[in-house]
Nanobody, 114 residues
Framework: QVQLVESGGGLVQTGGSLRLSCSAS????????MDWYRQAPGRQRELVAS???????TYANSVKGRFTISRDDAKNTVYLQMNSLKPEDTAVYYC????????WGQGTQVTVSS
């Protein structure tokens, strides 16, 4: 099973940008669907964005138009570009392989100050 490690989180002001990276220990070529989730304190983990083999991407309504998910199979990395950040985007962000099913990593903290 490919291990995934998230990075790129940090503290940013409202309106700022961050790019999260999800680096795999091996090839992601066979991962058909990769997801980014987030979990804010006291809330359930929610699906933020998904990327499908072939380039299809889907987004939660709350981030549509602000976030962009992409994958670079040559680098075994999936990215989440986050623009126009809002305080409500504050959360721990996780990536996970949906197909085939992977396991949760440690996540990366994103904090957006008002």
């Amino acid at each position: 099973q490919v291990q995934l490690v998230e990075s790129g989180g940090g503290l940013v002001q409202t309106g700022g940008s961050l790019r999260l990276s999800c680096s795999a220990s091996g090839t992601i070529f066979n991962i058909i669907v990769m997801d980014w989730y987030r979990q804010a304190p006291g809330r359930q983990r929610e699906l933020v964005a998904s990327t499908y083999t072939g380039g299809i991407a889907t987004y939660a309504n709350s981030v549509k138009g602000r976030f962009t998910i992409s994958r670079d199979d040559a680098k075994n990395t999936v990215y989440l570009q986050m623009n126009s950040l809002k305080p409500e985007d504050t959360a721990v962000y996780y990536c996970i392989s949906r197909i085939p099913r992977g396991s949760w990593g440690q996540g990366t903290q994103v904090t957006v100050s008002s």
